[in-house]
């Protein structure tokens, strides 16, 4: 039996370096307490921000003060845990910081309405003022807003009715997992497993094509049996997001969730348009599925599985370390100069300990390296996954050292291209490199895969949450059978006459977390898409592409997200990067077939 190493026992070159941001609680605990005169100096401003452009400038700076110094306490606090969670001074620390938080957002919660009530002849002499010039881009960005917000004492009550709001979301976590149980399943030697959530996909993954069968049917019983309740949720979920649409007078729930980062409702209705062109590409990968697994019929059950053996073989780091850092060759020698220096000053916390966080992630501040969390395992996913946090955190390198700290975040809506273009490279680097035909037909394969569930699944989610919004905004209603009959007829649509759509599938939408997360799946699809988009590009050596690309990882919120990415040579509003991305799909497509045929 393996045990993990405990945190000391984990080489120092292997750790990441967080203690460049604090070298001990003791210095951690003086700016804790200084951050007090910060809140009190932000909320000095409360009823004179409008009063001068100086003195509106000097209400944006005490937030953005006090902003930053909140970033680094709790990031500090919350990494520190993730080391080690079984720490109960850490667990403090952390427990401190949510309380501060709450502390600061109260105290500049007077900011944003202020702003919104200054005179707009004011607010435009202001913003021509110098105080104010790299200002403009924050204050636009509040002002469009004005038209979305209400009285003060509307505001209260909207705010109030906040946990009621989350009850659909919550409810559905509890029941979803706290009170659903699982039956035990057979294998096709009889073997018995206790179905969980958490061995749900391993065991669809599974060669036993007995126990896929068997575990499918199994899985969403369990939900057929609570379907008007979990149809209960969604409808409260989505007439949840029609009443606060209507209460800040937006003309439907999709536009009111794209608002927030500026995005135009026509790039949501583009994605599933340019998807809905590009659906027989899909079905000609599901047929040679079929072909390659040797089935008379092929049912929902049988998407899952590996078609190429697994690989086993295993890259020790420091292999890992230099085949990323050459896969980002294309970006140019400062790029990869930043990576190189990231794998050798304390960026990454490599390996497993006993009571570490489990999982990966890229994070810091604008003050603070843009660290890395791994749980290495030396297997093909962990070298995507080094590359695909490596991708996020050379997006927040760049931002923070080409813009201020006004603009030095990036939105949500961009988080996932940096990521997923630096995939996309180590992908083209090892598909250019690999001598052995299986590797070379397991490097496909889980490409393929997942272009399937990131770009077109993403998207047949998407395009279910834009429908059920619809007809209740039409005044119909939401009801399980109508949810089973437009979910089956969207997973007809989308994988085409080579599969059975089984039964049960209809009821997938029950067991889905995101379909509470308020339009939030199409930007999987979105940022998936761009990123192959643009790796083609610059893979492709077209002039500008690189450089595009790299003004894009410093451009943070200087301009809005779709301008940005505009600028970098993918317009999401066109949907051409759609078009692009499932054409290099179909080139992959079309060479995993002829290999396998060979």
């Known amino acids: 039996m393996n045990t993990l190493s405990e945190r000391q026992d984990i080489p120092v070159e ?11 609680v003791e210095a951690w605990e003086q700016e804790f307490s200084g951050t007090r005169e910060l809140i009190e100096a932000l909320a000095a401003f409360k009823g004179k921000t409008g009063k001068s452009a100086d003195t509106l400038r000097g209400a944006i700076d005490a937030e953005l003060a006090l902003s930053r110094r909140i970033s680094n306490l709790y990031t500090f606090a919350k990494m520190q845990l993730d080391e080690d969670t079984r720490i109960g001074e850490h667990q403090a620390l952390v427990s401190r910081m949510e309380s501060l938080s709450v502390a600061a957002q109260e105290a500049g919660a007077f900011l944003v309405p202020e702003i919104m009530a200054i005179d707009k002849a004011i607010m435009n002499l202001y913003m021509g003022a110098g105080p104010l010039a790299e200002y403009k881009q924050y204050l636009d960005n509040i002002l469009r807003f004005k038209a979305h917000t209400l009285s003060e004492k509307e505001e209260a009550l909207l705010a109030m009715a906040g946990d009621l709001a989350s009850a659909p979301s919550t409810v559905f976590e509890m029941l979803n997992a706290a009170d659903m149980k699982f039956p035990v399943v057979e294998d096709a030697e009889g073997n018995k497993i206790q179905l969980t959530h958490g061995n749900f996909i391993p065991t669809m993954e599974s060669q036993d094509r007995t126990l896929r069968q068997n575990t499918f049917k199994a899985y969403y019983q369990c939900y057929q049996d609570h379907i008007f309740t979990m149809a209960s949720l969604i409808q409260a979920e989505v007439k949840k997001n029609q009443f606060f649409a209507r209460a800040r007078n937006f003309k439907s729930a999709r536009e009111a969730a794209l608002f927030e980062n500026h995005v135009p409702v026509k790039v949501y209705d583009q994605l599933i348009e340019a998807i809905h062109r590009n659906l027989p590409k899909l079905h000609q990968y599901i047929s040679v ?15 899952y599985v590996p078609l190429i053996p697994s690989v086993t073989k295993k890259m020790d780091y420091s292999e890992a370390k230099a085949q990323v850092i050459e896969s980002l060759e294309p970006l140019g020698a400062e790029y990869v100069e930043t990576v190189r220096s990231a794998f050798d000053q304390g960026w990454i916390d490599v390996y497993e300990n006993a009571g570490k966080r489990g999982g990966a992630y890229s994070w810091g501040t604008y003050d603070s390296k843009p660290y890395i969390l791994l749980n290495y395992q030396g297997t093909l996913d962990s070298v ?26 990036y939105s949500i809506f961009l988080a996932e291209v940096a990521s997923t273009t630096n995939e996309a490279l180590l992908n083209d680097y090892l598909l250019k490199r690999v001598k052995d035909k299986a590797e070379r ?18 998207a047949m989610f998407a395009e279910f949450e834009r429908e059920i919004h619809g007809a209740v905004e039409a005044g ?6 109508g949810l089973k009959a437009l979910y089956r007829s969207l997973n007809e649509k989308y994988y085409g006459p080579d599969v059975v759509i089984d039964d049960e599938i209809a009821i997938e939408w029950a ?15 979105t940022g998936f898409s761009a990123a192959i988009a643009l790796s083609k590009a610059i893979l492709d050596k077209e002039p500008g592409a690189a450089a595009r690309y790299l003004e894009f990882l410093g451009a943070g919120r200087s301009a809005y997200p779709i301008e940005i990415l505009k600028r970098a040579g993918a317009d999401m509003a066109s949907g051409v990067p759609v078009d692009q991305a499932l054409e290099r799909f179909s080139e992959l497509v079309e060479e995993f077939d002829r290999l396998t045929r060979e």
């Open 476 to 481: 119909g209603a939401i009801t399980a059978d």
């Open 14 to 24: 292997h750790r990441w370096a967080i203690r460049e941001m604090y070298p001990d």
């Open 289 to 303: 599925r079929k072909r390659i697994l040797g089935l008379e019929e092929m049912h929902m059950y049988d998407l």
């Open 384 to 409: 995507f996954t080094l590359t695909h946090e490596m991708g996020h955190s050379m997006h927040s390198y760049m931002t923070h050292h080409r813009q201020p700290y006004l603009y030095g975040h």
């Open 441 to 458: 037909l397991h490097l496909l394969n889980h490409y393929l895969d997942q272009f399937r569930t990131t770009v077109f699944r993403q």
């Open 511 to 525: 067991r889905i977390p995101h379909f509470y997360y308020n339009f939030y799946v199409f930007q999987y699809a």
